[in-house]
């Protein structure tokens, strides 16, 4: 698998050992969050600056990170927390993973910011249940942070203190919902809890909490220390920065590739090494599994941004690129994501619990050459009714590849519907 290096996040690849302390802090790690303390910055200047970075969600949501900052009341008396949000569940996305692996020290200090910039004392890093190897790497690389005192009290004799926890989940895809994620930590069964309250204000063990992807908080020191302008001009209006993007399906070369927001996704499929054996593009999903689908069409006419792809009518999510070649028949592929959001469902809202079943088992019926005239207008039907009408955005996740397979692809389930086989 390839990585491609950049300027932000995988800023030491070209370095031995980049995973290691000393290798971090010789291409400036830790510059940001030394100068903070000594300067003793107001945490509405780090605020101020993260927003002028532009800088946006890398999970999946794309919220503006300075907004969600600023949502914090950082005069609560009582504890504050920082979470990180590293259960990278979404199919086809495997990013945060390779962050944690090669880069792990910018996340600790972004997390560190966060915790000095917000007046949390504490953090917890929820790592993804399927990747033991990456918790215990960032369980030295915690330990390495702590023995040069850059976590634990008074750190580097400023008066500030914070300590950090990686948490081990357990590989269940609802716990990538930052309230199920909140209830898994608190050892209890991961489900989504009602909003509002939202974490802000009644987060981890009812305190007030701000979550954050694992790619979003690796980000900030980069702000901190070349300045949030700069971030943004890497990037495009209201698209600050790069971003790593996670290729994978039909092409020569799947990897992770960290370029700038606002790229043509021509650019970055060429970087992928084109589509698998010189055939010819049909579809690609631009956001992980539960963006709608886009023909190749489309998506070459479309930049690597949250707004262009929104303008097309998918979402850029975590950054999971499938590509798919002509081969591929689009009701296998949706049978087989339907399947998933089918077994991944937490069965607490009754839209998503019964209707992610009905979903599979329509999709399955028309792939296994019974499908029925009807069962169109009834995947239709059921999609409309989970999405919106659920605790979580879950089903709405569901919801949307049906809806846009059917969308773009109507004519191959009719096909197969008729004739008994694929279109393909």
């Known amino acids: 698998m390839v990585i491609q290096g950049g300027p932000v996040i995988f800023n030491t690849l070209h370095l031995p050992e980049p995973w290691k302390l000393s290798t971090y802090e010789s291409a400036g790690g830790y510059a940001a969050l030394k100068k903070i303390l000594a300067e003793k910055t107001p945490a509405e200047d780090i605020i101020a600056e993260v927003k002028t970075s532009a800088l946006r969600g890398r999970g999946g949501a794309g919220f503006p990170t300075g907004l969600k900052w600023s949502f914090m009341p950082r005069q609560f008396p009582g504890d504050k927390y920082i979470v990180c949000n590293s259960d990278e569940g979404e199919p086809g996305t495997f990013?945060?993973?390779?962050?944690?692996?090669?880069?792990?020290?910018?996340?600790?200090?972004?997390?560190?910011?966060?915790?000095?910039?917000?007046?949390?004392?504490?953090?917890?890093?929820y790592i993804h249940g399927e990747i033991w190897d990456i918790y215990e790497g960032m369980e030295r690389a915690v330990e390495e942070a702590r023995a040069a005192g850059y976590l634990g009290d008074n750190i580097l004799g400023s008066g500030f203190s914070f300590n950090l926890y990686n948490h081990h989940g357990y590989g269940a895809y609802i716990c990538g919902e930052e309230t199920a994620l909140l209830e898994s930590i608190e050892g209890?069964?991961?489900?989504?809890?009602?909003?509002?309250?939202?974490?802000a204000s009644f987060g981890l063990y009812g305190k007030p909490?701000?979550?954050?992807?694992?790619?979003?908080?690796?980000?900030?020191p980069y702000i901190m220390r070349e300045g949030g302008q700069k971030f943004l001009e890497l990037g495009k209006p209201n698209n600050g920065g790069t971003k790593l993007f996670s290729v994978s399906g039909h092409v020569e070369k799947p990897g992770n590739y960290e370029i700038p927001l606002g790229t043509p996704f021509s650019q970055l499929l060429e970087m992928a090494g084109g589509v698998k054996g010189g055939r010819k593009l049909k579809a690609v999903i631009p956001g992980g599994s539960s963006a709608p689908v886009l023909p190749g069409e489309i998506m070459l006419d479309c930049t690597m941004d949250f707004d262009s792809i929104a303008k097309?009518?998918?979402?850029?999510?975590?950054?999971?690129?499938?590509?798919?070649?002509?081969?591929v028949c689009m009701v296998k592929a949706l049978e087989r994501l339907s399947y998933f959001y089918f077994e991944e469902?937490?069965?607490?809202?009754t839209p998503c619990r019964e209707g992610t079943g009905w979903m599979y088992r329509v999709v399955h019926r028309i792939e296994a050459g019974q499908g029925r005239p009807e069962d169109l207008a009834l995947l239709d039907s059921v999609a409309a009714n989970i999405a919106g009408r659920t605790i979580c955005?879950?089903?709405?996740?569901a919801a949307m590849p049906v809806q846009g397979m059917l969308k773009h692809y109507r004519n191959e389930f009719e096909y197969h519907i008729e004739h008994k086989r694929c279109m393909v």
Do not use: W
């Not at 909490?209 to 900030?220: G, R, V």
């Open 95 to 125: 990013k945060d993973r390779d962050i944690m692996r090669y880069n792990p020290h910018a996340l600790i200090e972004g997390m560190i910011i966060a915790g000095y910039t917000l007046g949390a004392k504490a953090g917890y890093n």
């Open 188 to 199: 209890k069964k991961g489900q989504p809890r009602f909003k509002p309250p939202f974490p």
């Open 209 to 220: 909490t701000t979550i954050n992807n694992t790619e979003t908080l690796a980000s900030i």
């Open 312 to 327: 097309a009518g998918s979402m850029l999510g975590s950054g999971a690129v499938i590509v798919m070649d002509e081969t």
């Open 345 to 349: 469902s937490c069965g607490q809202c």
């Open 393 to 397: 955005a879950l089903g709405d996740a």
